[in-house]
């Protein structure tokens, strides 16, 4: 049974959930500097969970490659007060929040954060893990080699899902070790990896079942839609659905999106296909 304890609410993603992405950086690839003031962050918040998020995944550094790297003192006067914000405006929200520092997730779970969202998986911040065991929150781990400022330089593997399952494997077990138990992998498009790579690691995507926890699949208008097509993040939602379906076809537990009502119409076909099958 896969489940995630959140706040004490446990989330089934017997059938697949999708989390909705609010980016409060100014230089995100796709949405960056948009949400800026309270209304738009809160109008932009009501539309994701009217629109059948379960999550809603709030970020304040940007990850993409080469993106400039802040203070944890500027993340934090970014990211704490939105997370009240949204805490005290949607009692029930489920509010993932995208960092790799401790401290920052440490403030935003007593701010009310139910999940942390790590790229690193605790490899840019030592501390990390053991601050979301005392959190007891659920843990998102990411694959990438580097940091965002030098990943794109740093996609050479051995072999490329095998490089990975055995960082998993690892990471999980430093994990447990510490007391997490509720764990969601991420295998990090387009982190330290290049198109090819991406379309290996989608082709490849349901070897990391063997884990026997939630996969997360990123693949929101990412640069290995735009570019196979000769198009850009903002012509790219047509794109990022038709490989929503691949990756749940090969077992993601969550979307980690942009467009969420695309999403879970695309998560209601294929339980729909599924429910053919059984």
């Known amino acids: 049974m896969m489940t995630l304890n959140c706040k004490g609410s446990l989330i089934d993603l017997q059938k697949p959930k999708v989390m909705g992405v609010l980016n409060l950086t100014p230089d995100s690839f796709y949405d960056g500097g948009k949400y800026k003031d309270e209304k738009s962050i809160l109008t932009q918040t009501e539309k994701m969970l009217t629109e059948g998020a379960s999550f809603i995944d709030v970020g304040a ?23 009240s914000l949204l805490v005290d405006h ?22 009310g954060a139910a999940l942390i969202n790590d790229i690193s998986a605790g490899v840019l911040d030592p501390q990390m ?19 965002p400022q030098t ?19 690892e990471k999980i077990a430093a994990a447990r070790a510490l007391g997490i138990h509720d764990i969601v992998i991420d295998p990090g498009f387009g982190f330290a990896k290049n198109i090819t790579q991406n379309y290996e690691l989608l082709q490849k995507f349901d070897l990391l079942r063997t884990f026997e926890v939630p996969l997360l699949a990123g693949l929101s208008r990412k640069s290995m839609i735009y570019k196979v097509l000769g198009k850009t993040p903002e012509e790219a939602l ?23 009502k695309e999403a879970v119409e695309c998560v209601t076909l294929f339980e729909k296909l599924s429910a053919q099958t059984e």
């Open 61 to 83: 550094y940007s990850s993409r490659p080469g993106a400039d790297h802040i203070s944890v003192d500027e993340e934090l006067q970014r990211i704490t007060p939105v997370v």
């Open 129 to 147: 893990m053991e601050t979301v065991a005392k959190g007891k929150v659920p843990y998102i781990m990411m694959h990438m080699q580097g940091s």
């Open 238 to 260: 047509n794109g990022t659905t038709a490989l929503h379906m691949v990756a749940l076809e090969k077992g993601a537990s969550i979307l980690r999106v942009h467009d969420v």
């Open 90 to 111: 949607f009692p029930n929200i489920v509010l993932s929040i995208d960092t790799f520092r401790s401290r920052v997730a440490q403030q935003c779970i007593a701010h």
């Open 151 to 169: 990943m794109k330089n740093l996609n050479t593997y051995t072999d490329l899902l095998e490089d990975i399952c055995f960082y998993f494997s």
